[in-house]
């Protein structure tokens, strides 16, 4: 279905290669036969983790430069090149935390903005986890603590959480929750 | 809290400008006093309505460029130069899908990936609506169709919905009604 919609590619060409993204612009075909320009960031793809350790979730904070401010997150991180997802997710959690999780599960694979960028970011759910000792990127600056679980929904409610592979994990993870529950 | 993980931004040059982002790149100073580079790109935020009509979500289906394939939407777009997001909201949700909603609520902000990007989406919910006609860009082609609340979930849950904004507002709308249920 939806053949109707489809886009082909006529030209492709990087404007810019970085170091967390490139920048491509293109010229299409559009369904009906007129061209236009599409610009997509490149990149390669990132992991993230919910930890949740006796009803409390490990969460970070983080200057985020493009806002200018600190921000509440899950640890997550991008891909290496050829990376899998849930290695990097491990790797990840362990340098940017300290936590060492045993056992991780696939929550959700999330599209963040699909207008401009074909980054994925694979979001996994880990139980079992044990400290070892926090060993961050030289550049990455980070604090974390664990929250209760409902007090980190009352901050999706509130606004003060805005990070959407956050959003997205703690939202369904109640909503699975519930699930389970019955009702 | 957390002043100890600012960065100082001590020059910024821009690299492109584009019809929909801009990118940047900038040198900081770090919370240990030295250097790095971060790349950001600057969008004019997007606004996102979640409809829902007799039990049913209008959802769309758009070729999205980056991942080079169609996929499962709420409606939304980006906000024009001075828009506030309700007007670019209700704005968007009439050309996309011919819809004009009558009472916008606010539903929640979101930070896509802010790793490398200042965009926020706006996402609002929509209840009164009456069909006026439909009157996409020049080069935005969308089907629409109304989709029963809970097979949208199931939709979420077994991955064929992956977009970040949809995602958010499709389990914060179950969990807000499950709320207002009560347990």
């Known amino acids: 279905m939806d053949e109707d919609l489809a886009e082909i590619t006529l030209s492709a060409e990087r404007l810019y290669k970085g170091?967390?993204?490139?920048?491509?612009?293109?010229?299409?075909?559009?369904?009906?036969?007129?061209?236009a320009r599409r610009e997509a960031v490149r990149h390669p793809g990132g992991a993230a983790v919910l930890l949740v350790k006796d009803g409390m979730v490990l969460m970070e904070r983080q200057f985020r430069f493009p806002y200018g401010k600190v921000i509440w997150e899950i640890p997550a991180g991008k891909l290496n090149s050829g990376e899998d997802p849930c290695s990097a997710a491990l790797r990840e959690l362990e340098e940017e935390t300290g936590w060492r999780a045993k056992k991780l599960e696939r929550l959700a694979e999330i599209y963040p903005s699909p207008g401009y960028t074909d980054e994925?970011?694979?979001?996994?759910?880990?139980?079992?986890?044990?400290?070892?000792?926090?060993?961050?990127?030289?550049?990455?600056?980070?604090?974390?603590?664990?929250?209760?679980?409902?007090?980190?929904?009352?901050?999706?409610?509130?606004?003060?959480?805005?990070?959407?592979?956050?959003l997205v994990a703690l939202y369904k993870y109640v909503y699975d929750r519930n699930k389970k529950k019955g009702p």
Chains 1, 2 share one sequence.
Do not use: W
């Open 19 to 35: 170091k967390i993204i490139d920048l491509e612009l293109s010229e299409v075909r559009l369904p009906n036969g007129r061209t």
């Open 120 to 166: 994925i970011i694979y979001i996994f759910f880990a139980t079992e986890a044990e400290f070892s000792r926090q060993h961050p990127d030289d550049d990455e600056f980070v604090n974390c603590r664990f929250i209760d679980i409902d007090e980190c929904i009352a901050m999706c409610e509130n606004g003060e959480i805005s990070d959407a592979k956050t």
